[in-house]
């Protein structure tokens, strides 16, 4: 450490051993500070440090960067980790230091500056979930187009004030959407009008087609239950195991009608496939279903005009042209089901449904898919792997996780330099010697075991 006025000499201290990480090797750093007296009233003394190497550590940062980097990147738990650095790098570490990794580093992350980087980065489209974990609900919003987390907040209920809250703070920071994409809550429209009137509400494609599939599934169970019932008249069939000549006979027959409703009841899920998904094999099994039951032409049909009626490239006029032709054809009003999912397309909600129209093509985002991405691994390190019951293990692990994302991202890795959590997972040949630079310390490795 250089000198200045204010020190005077310094003093060397006893060397101290610090472990690092070695792939099936015991390594120690050799640490030897100074301590410097000052000349003003400051202070009585002070040390050097060096780099890499907290103050009275047993263990550098290297061994930090390699738990966080089991931690958050490879969704560890907390044992099988412990279990993991002894097998690699023979380290016999403690859930204590385990968690004071993860303190120490949520104690470093600048999350302001991040907040400032989404802001100058921001496409104009944000997506908006929620997401049920326990007894909390954490509302999540992206951008789709920048591919980045904006904002997360942990609340205790899922209702319309939490809601207004998160918004609220996103606009006070200086958010300004031009298009807001959520699925069909009832917990949005009001807020959205309100915080954002001139922004655009995208309600979900997929959340939509879903709920459409589900009322052209449900005709469809309903026709292979009348075909079913028909199907239960006649003789009944005999006790026990048929016989060989019986077994010969049913090959050679046709189809009974309880069978043929069996079929349409195992491919059902072949109505609401996409036609350019389809395998040759399923396209013949989709003709099958028709010749058993001619009812589920009409279902098919319902399902290709919906897909076109909500496709990407697309003018607005022509969405709302297929709309109309769609609401007034009446072979679909006749069909129960069908009606139902007419009823969905009011011309409110389909306003809504094709806002992404009035975007660029590339700039148009029909669904809510890229927030919603996140919510099954979250729910999936909260049941299997961590189990989650207080709110700062929840808040920690989604900072850990964004920074990680962070630190990844095109956009910043160029700018990013090297922090002091990066990942050395590995370290097969092990340094002889490290100098610092700075006076009054150094460090050497040195082998043991």
């Not at 009608?257 to 109505?271: C, G, I, P, S, T």
């Amino acid at each position: 450490m250089p000198r200045n006025t204010h020190e005077t000499a310094m003093l060397p201290l006893p060397p101290r051993l610090v472990r690092t990480v070695a792939y099936k090797q015991v390594v120690y750093l050799e640490i030897t500070a100074a301590e410097y007296h000052a000349r003003c009233n400051c202070c009585k003394t002070f040390r050097s440090q060096p780099e890499g190497v907290g103050p009275r550590c047993h263990y550098d940062n290297r061994v930090r960067q390699a738990v966080l980097a089991r931690l958050v990147e490879d969704g560890m738990s907390i044992q099988s980790l412990i279990k993991a650095m002894k097998r690699d790098f023979l380290l016999d570490l403690s859930e204590g230091f385990v968690y004071d990794c993860l303190h120490r580093r949520v104690e470093e992350l600048g999350m302001a500056e991040y907040r400032q980087w989404t802001l100058e980065h921001f496409s104009g489209t944000l997506c908006v979930d929620e997401l049920h974990l326990g007894r909390y609900a954490l509302l999540l919003a992206t951008d789709p187009l920048g591919d980045f987390p904006v904002a997360f907040a942990l609340v205790e209920k899922n209702d319309q004030a939490h809601m207004r809250r998160f918004l609220e703070n996103l606009k006070r920071h200086g958010f300004s959407p031009e298009v807001v994409i959520t699925d069909g809550s009832d917990l949005y429209p009001a807020v959205l009008a309100e915080l954002w009137p001139t922004a655009r509400h995208q309600l979900c494609v997929f959340h939509i087609q879903q709920d459409i599939n589900g009322h052209v599934l449900d005709a469809a169970k309903r026709l292979r239950r009348e075909l079913s019932r028909r199907g239960n008249r006649g003789r009944r069939r005999k006790r026990g195991r048929p016989s060989r000549a019986a077994r010969a006979y049913r090959k050679r027959r046709k189809k009974t009608l309880k069978e043929k409703a069996h079929f349409v009841m195992k491919n059902r899920y072949l109505l609401v496939m996409r036609e350019e998904k389809l395998s040759d094999c399923q396209r013949k099994r989709l003709r099958q279903m028709f010749e058993y039951l001619p009812g589920l032409r009409t279902l098919r049909t319902f399902i290709r005009r919906t897909h076109a009626l909500l496709e990407l490239e697309q003018s607005e006029h022509q969405a709302w042209c297929r709309r109309a032709a769609l609401v007034a054809n009446r072979t679909f009003q006749d069909v129960p089901e069908l009606a139902k999912a007419l009823a969905m397309l009011g011309p409110a909600r389909f306003a809504k449904m094709v806002a992404f129209l009035k975007s660029p093509v590339a700039k148009r985002i029909r669904t809510n898919n890229h927030v919603e991405r996140a919510n099954p691994k979250l729910r999936y390190y909260e049941k299997v792997r961590y189990k989650w019951r207080r709110r700062r293990a929840i808040v920690r692990f989604v900072l850990l996780a964004i920074d990680q994302w962070w630190r990844e991202h095109p956009l910043h890795a160029d700018r990013c330099v090297s922090t002091p959590f990066a990942d050395h997972r590995r370290e097969t040949k092990p340094r002889e010697s490290l100098k610092s630079g700075n006076q009054g310390h150094k460090a050497t490795y040195r082998l043991s075991g």
